[in-house]
């Protein structure tokens, strides 16, 4: 009896040793319905008013990059077709037709003069060039504005009142920082910087009145918000960065006729709205993002005439091809002269 007591015993201490090694059982990270698929919303921004775009357009079966959606006169929406290096255009009644093509580079942004020519942002870039043209409405008349050896990327660009246009500059890295944003005179001659030494400049917009100048930083993460002392000048303490992105990356912008700003995010699948100071505000999210389609999300478009915004976007090797998909947001956009 003494032996099989000693055993229990015995037995009773080696388990509460190794139950004392153990510990309790430790809490671990669990998958919710806000952390699941590969573009969660980050925290500071699940709150925000958010709609549920709709599909408006198949540009393509294929995943062809899309970029540049901007309105004409005639209330069309042109948008770049990145992959077949051609402008397009789709008719109110959804008719679609080529502007232009370009042979060598990849269009990307697009702008109208208020003279009605329609000028390209475009670039190559595995080698690392880029060039801005202009061309008739029609796609006629092809006219380089800053050809390839002025050594830029332009990405994008936005006119002001008085007939100059701002560019982005997308050339550098996150760690080397060698675009900006540029300022080219309205006799077209003379190019200055207005906030260089930017990681991969990408977007960039006017408020309404013109004395606010918007560009996103892809390469960083970053918004930045100028106030303008003139067209190349920043005020002494006009210069901001307004917000700080997480994840893959502000991509182009559009500015509406109250002064709100609208950031397409490359990679995420939405938009974001941001008010005239910079704060965000809502979203507009692309159907099929939390399953990982739709998600090249490069740029939009806001009507100027309602309060309908256009977003252009592709869905890769997903299988759902190149889609514009339409929202309803808080106002008309501006003319498309700017």
Same mark, same amino acid.
């Given at each position: *009896?003494?032996?099989?007591?000693?055993?229990?015993?015995?037995? *009773?201490?080696? !388990?509460?040793?190794?139950?004392?090694?153990?510990?309790?059982?430790?809490?671990?990270?669990?998958?919710?319905?806000?952390?699941?698929?590969?573009?969660?919303?980050?925290?500071?921004? @699940?709150?925000?008013?958010?709609?549920?775009?709709?599909?408006?357009?198949?540009?393509?079966?294929?995943?062809?990059?899309?970029?540049?959606?901007?309105?004409?006169?005639?209330?069309?929406?042109?948008?770049?077709?990145?992959?077949?290096?051609?402008?397009? @255009?789709?008719?109110?009644?959804?008719?679609?037709?080529?502007?232009?093509?370009?042979?060598?580079?990849?269009?990307?942004?697009?702008?109208?003069?208020k003279d009605g020519r329609l000028f390209i942002a475009a670039l190559d870039l595995q080698k690392g060039v880029g060039a801005i043209?202009?061309?008739?409405?029609?796609?006629?008349?092809?006219?380089?504005?800053?050809?390839?050896?002025?050594?830029?990327?332009?990405?994008?660009?936005?006119?002001?009142?008085?007939?100059?246009?701002?560019?982005?500059?997308?050339?550098?890295?996150?760690?080397?920082?060698?675009?900006?944003?540029?300022?080219?005179?309205?006799?077209?001659?003379?190019?200055?910087?207005?906030?260089?030494?930017?990681? *991969?400049?990408?977007?960039v917009a006017l408020s309404p009145d013109g004395k606010a100048l918007w560009a996103t930083e892809f390469g960083r993460n970053l918004l930045h918000r100028i106030e303008l002392a003139d067209a190349t000048t920043i005020?002494?303490?006009? !210069?901001?960065?307004?917000?700080?992105?997480?994840? /893959?990356?502000?991509?182009? *912008?559009?500015?509406?006729?109250?002064?709100?700003?609208?950031?397409?995010?490359?990679?995420?699948?939405?938009?974001?709205?941001?008010?005239?100071?910079?704060?965000?505000?809502?979203?507009?999210?692309?159907?099929?993002?939390?399953?990982?389609?739709?998600?090249?999300?490069? !740029?939009?478009?806001?009507? /100027?005439?309602?309060?309908?915004?256009?977003?252009?976007?592709?869905?890769?090797?997903?299988?759902?091809?190149?889609?514009?998909?339409?929202?309803?947001?808080?106002?008309?956009?501006?003319?498309?002269? @700017?």
């Amino acid at each position: *009896m003494r032996v099989k007591v000693a055993l229990v015993l015995a037995g *009773m201490c080696i !388990s509460l040793g190794a139950h004392a090694r153990q510990g309790p059982e430790l809490p671990g990270l669990a998958y919710d319905a806000q952390t699941q698929g590969p573009v969660p919303i980050p925290p500071s921004e @699940r709150a925000l008013q958010a709609v549920v775009a709709k599909p408006w357009f198949k540009a393509s079966d294929e995943g062809r990059v899309l970029e540049g959606a901007i309105f004409d006169r005639s209330g069309n929406l042109l948008f770049c077709d990145v992959t077949g290096r051609r402008v397009l @255009r789709v008719t109110r009644d959804k008719g679609l037709s080529t502007v232009a093509t370009l042979e060598a580079l990849s269009p990307g942004g697009l702008a109208f003069h208020k003279d009605g020519r329609l000028f390209i942002a475009a670039l190559d870039l595995q080698k690392g060039v880029g060039a801005i043209v202009a061309v008739k409405p029609d796609g006629s008349g092809m006219q380089a504005i800053i050809p390839p050896e002025a050594g830029y990327m332009p990405n994008d660009l936005v006119f002001d009142a008085q007939g100059g246009f701002y560019f982005t500059d997308f050339r550098g890295t996150s760690t080397e920082p060698k675009g900006g944003v540029y300022y080219v005179s309205p006799d077209l001659s003379t190019i200055k910087p207005v906030l260089p030494h930017l990681a *991969m400049a990408n977007g960039v917009a006017l408020s309404p009145d013109g004395k606010a100048l918007w560009a996103t930083e892809f390469g960083r993460n970053l918004l930045h918000r100028i106030e303008l002392a003139d067209a190349t000048t920043i005020t002494p303490i006009g !210069s901001a960065i307004a917000y700080h992105f997480t994840g /893959p990356a502000p991509d182009s *912008m559009r500015v509406d006729a109250d002064g709100n700003l609208y950031v397409a995010i490359y990679g995420q699948g939405r938009v974001l709205a941001f008010n005239r100071n910079g704060i965000p505000i809502g979203q507009v999210l692309l159907p099929g993002r939390a399953r990982g389609h739709n998600l090249q999300s490069t !740029s939009l478009a806001v009507h /100027p005439g309602r309060n309908d915004l256009y977003a252009v976007t592709s869905d890769g090797g997903g299988g759902q091809g190149a889609t514009i998909f339409h929202a309803k947001v808080f106002a008309h956009g501006l003319s498309p002269s @700017r």
